[in-house]
């Protein structure tokens, strides 16, 4: 019998009902395309670079990794986001699905967050070699997966707003706003930064930081944003927020109970 997404959620389900879905975008390519070491060796750092500079069709080839990091483009690092969720309330006990390709760094790189949060679920956890074989080399497919796990989950939080972030966070709108907590990732590098300088310290006090840094940011209906004012062209049209991200107002039409 084909194994199928609902199948999977299933089996997660089994395992403990509810759970996270954290779209981890810690792989490779998102980490050279953006030019993001921060945490790195000399050597994963080299290995991106020279990644980045063999891509014919990335066009932007220097990156300033530190500028990078403190606007808030970079992805969240598995650590990261371990004190993240750790801080937002979330228990150990707590069951994370990681919706993403290969982790850069491996297993030692995931062990930042599992040793925080211990109930980490793969596909590959979850499914068998032989149901997973007609997925292998075809990564639009496997994407498909973590997407339909994804919309299922009971809180989705991405660590990049990426396009499948963007749109997993307009169906779950459309779906009756279910939980969706995207990262202030900007804000989040001051705090670990002042973390890592011994300004602060993880407990009770950081924790309600980051829990009112986000309390807007967890997926209540709004109106989508428009383009910023006095832009024109298509640079306006950068400005504004996706359709696929915030359908709201046009196309949920009546009040949905958030899951």
């Known amino acids: 019998m084909t194994m199928t997404p609902q199948k999977l959620v299933e089996r997660l389900r089994s395992q403990g009902g509810r759970y996270i879905a ?4 810690y792989e490779k390519d998102m980490l050279s395309f953006t030019g993001c070491t921060y945490g790195l060796t000399e050597a994963e750092s080299e290995e991106l670079r020279i990644m ?3 891509t014919n069709h990335w066009k932007v080839k220097k990156i300033n990794s530190t500028e990078q ?3 808030g483009f970079c992805p969240l690092t598995p650590k990261e986001m371990g004190i993240f969720l750790e801080s937002l309330g979330y228990p150990p006990i707590t069951t994370i699905y990681i919706a993403s390709g290969e ?3 491996g297993e030692a790189r995931l062990s930042e967050l599992k040793s925080r949060f211990p109930n980490i679920i793969s596909k590959e956890a979850l499914a068998t070699a032989e149901e997973l074989e007609p997925f292998a080399n075809h990564g639009s497919q496997t994407a498909a997966l973590d997407y339909i ?3 299922e989950s009971n809180v989705f939080v991405p660590s990049h707003s990426g396009n499948m972030a963007r749109a997993v966070e307009g169906h779950r709108r459309f779906l009756g706003h279910r939980r969706t907590i995207n990262p202030d990732r900007k804000g989040l590098v001051e ?3 002042k973390l890592e ?3 602060l310290k993880l407990g009770s006090s950081f924790s309600r930081l980051v829990q009112e840094m986000h309390k807007n940011r967890q997926g209540a209906p709004r109106k989508r944003n428009g383009p910023l004012p006095g832009i024109k062209g298509r640079a306006r049209l950068r400005t504004e927020e996706s359709f696929y991200e915030n359908p709201f107002p046009e196309c949920i039409c009546r009040s949905k109970k958030a899951f």
Not at 22 to 25: I, Q
């Open 149 to 151: 796990i994804s919309i």
């Open 52 to 54: 980045r500079e063999n």
């Open 69 to 71: 990091r403190v606007g």
């Open 22 to 25: 954290l779209h981890l975008r």
């Open 197 to 199: 300088s011994g300004k």
């Open 103 to 105: 982790i850069y760094g």
């Open 191 to 193: 705090l670990f930064d």
